[in-house]
């Protein structure tokens, strides 16, 4: 990962240069993987992010605002108990190793003074922020790690804590660029010069090896074996100003972003190897680089490991009803051979004296064919010919009944299916824990989650929708889900505001404000590309959004949440993009 021992070591003197002898405000734990400790010092307040996800793990100053849970997780409260008020002594880190240990002056519960260390490890999915006290020992961690999970290294409170194995690497604080050249050359194979500088420095990441090599090779790949003397000259070169900027720690935050702006790399030098293919950005600082690159990619992660009950549930259901309604199509398609049973009936009820009692079947005239061809017809042989009649009359009406049924209740399950999908993309949507409740309690009034008598909780309240604003001066009101989208078209709209939906995909109610206006082409235009970009539709090319006037919109009785019908309509086709 781009977040290697050096990029540490200036996040390091960062975090040293502001939170030295500030104390512990607030601990909180949003999630299982994540902690955020506000510290308050003389000159101001800070928040750091303690990030121990497998791919985005960090530690570094936040600004983004995340939500807790309403209790704090058992951890929290224990580091709240520890460390609340604690002064910070110190920030260390082992040689260019890819970890801190934050030595704090904390108070027991004699109140003596005793220092307590938080180590934050960055080690990809064995990434941990553990708590150990004045004796080494490990009070708690945010993942413990038992016997079962590894033979060598064991993460449980009460435990000596230990540091990571050590990598046999060289350590640029303590070699020279003749010594890491020397290594180099001394590797076997036609290895490419950047993963031989992986292998054989410590606190380095792919991306400084990768830069590395593409200055010695002034843009070219090279492969060990096939340097010259003048590129290990240059090698050593490199290696030395690599050097320097660890001593002094200088390098400067760059990020790299493509060409839709999504970020692509970071690190404390200048990132020329992606050439045009990426734009450099120089941050103010390192902690607003890795907020801004990660800031996208956590909220997903954020989000998706709260609504995964949901998800599961969501696909459960309809998987299921996709069944009901194979197997029901299945029973309709046998219905269709209902009108040969009343023919049957009919024919057998024209010719009751021809038929001998006992008969298993009778060739009868079929008047309802031209020509009157003979049809062969199975009978009953213990009944008589009226009984064998009534008997096809009786399934006749069955079928009949049954095909009723069924293409009411294939009506039905299809109309739930098409529910379930508007709430998989409100899902898709959900932004905050706020909206995952509304998506939730949703869920359980329609009795798809099942409510716990044991808890009286209040009805979850129903979010403001999302707010636009065309760019000729037109409010656009969006639904974040089909609680928020009925309350939106049927309360708080009025009659002459104009109604947005994608054609026949699911996706949110969208309101165009008239405010007693006529609305412009304009306004128009941007609402419908509003309504389609919040839809299941949005990386679609080309979406048909439906509009209306309030007026001509409304709810039948009964029916889903979300779920409305308009009359009136005409279809506007828009780009989401």
């Not at 299982?32 to 928040?47: M, P, Q």
């Not at 941007?526 to 709810?555: F, G, M």
Request: glycine share 4%; net charge neutral; proline share 4%.
């Amino acid at each position: 990962m781009a977040l290697d021992g050096i990029f540490l070591r200036h996040l390091k003197r960062e975090l040293e240069e502001k939170l030295i002898g500030g104390r512990v405000d607030k601990i909180h734990q949003p999630n299982r993987e994540e902690l955020v400790i506000a510290f308050r010092t003389r000159e101001s307040a800070y928040k750091v992010l303690l990030s121990a996800r497998a791919n985005s793990a960090r530690v570094h100053f936040t600004s983004v605002a995340l939500e807790n849970p309403k209790q704090p997780p058992m951890l929290c409260m224990l580091l709240r108990k520890k460390l609340q008020g604690a002064k910070l002594l110190e920030i260390r880190q082992p040689e260019l190793e890819r970890l801190l240990h934050f030595d704090f002056d904390a108070v027991n519960e004699l109140g003596d003074h005793v220092v307590l260390t938080l180590t934050m490890e960055i080690m990809g999915r064995y990434s941990n922020v553990i708590l150990t006290d004045e004796n080494g020992k490990i009070v708690d961690a945010l993942k413990r790690v038992d016997a079962e999970m590894s033979s060598q290294r064991l993460v449980l409170p009460g435990v000596a804590y230990q540091l990571p194995p050590p990598q046999e690497k060289l350590c640029l604080l303590n070699a020279s660029n003749s010594e890491v050249v020397a290594a180099v050359k001394a590797l076997p194979g036609d290895a490419a010069l950047s993963k031989a500088l992986l292998s054989v420095l410590q606190g380095v990441s792919p991306i400084v090896c990768r830069e590395i090599e593409h200055r010695v090779g002034r843009g070219k790949d090279l492969a060990v074996r096939q340097m010259d003397e003048e590129q290990y000259f240059r090698l050593g070169y490199f290696c030395q100003k690599l050097k320097d900027t660890v001593e002094r720690v200088d390098g400067s935050p760059y990020l790299a972003v493509n060409r839709q702006k999504k970020p692509l790399d970071f690190s404390f030098l200048e990132i020329q190897q992606y050439g045009t293919a990426a734009i450099v950005y120089e941050e103010k600082s390192f902690s607003e680089l890795l907020d801004r690159f990660y800031l996208e990619k956590d909220q997903l992660e954020r989000m998706r490991a709260r609504e995964q009950d949901l998800l599961r549930l969501l696909s459960n259901a309809s998987e299921r009803l996709s069944r009901k309604i194979n197997a029901q199509k299945a029973e309709l398609m046998q219905c269709a051979q209902r009108d040969e049973l009343r023919i049957a009936g009919d024919l057998i009820s024209a010719n009751l004296y021809t038929i001998p009692k006992g008969a298993d079947k009778a060739d009868l005239p079929n008047f309802y064919e031209e020509g009157t061809p003979l049809l062969q017809i199975k009978l009953d042989p213990a009944l008589t010919a009226s009984q064998n009649a009534q008997k096809y009359y009786k399934e006749y009406r069955k079928a009949k009944t049954a095909e009723e049924k069924l293409t009411e209740q294939i009506e039905i399950a299809q109309d739930e299916i098409i529910y379930l999908d508007s709430v998989f993309e409100a899902l898709s949507r959900a932004a905050t824990s706020q909206d995952l409740g509304e998506i939730r309690a949703e869920l359980m009034e329609q009795g798809y989650i099942r409510k716990l008598r044991s808890k009286k909780e209040k009805p979850a309240a129903v979010s403001a929708p999302l707010t636009f604003q065309t760019s000729d001066g037109f409010t656009v009101l969006v639904g974040r889900n089909n609680r928020q989208n009925d309350r939106l078209t049927l309360k708080t709209a009025n009659n002459n505001d104009i109604w947005f939906h994608t054609k026949n995909i699911p996706g949110s109610h969208t309101v165009l404000v008239t405010d007693g206006k006529k609305p412009t082409e304009t306004a128009m235009t941007e609402a419908a590309v509003l309504a389609a970009q919040h839809s299941k539709a949005k990386d679609s090319s080309l979406v048909p959004v439906d509009y209306t006037e309030i007026r001509n919109v409304s709810k039948p009785q009964g029916s889903k949440p979300g779920m409305v019908i308009y009359k009136a309509y005409k279809t506007l086709f828009v780009n989401p993009a």
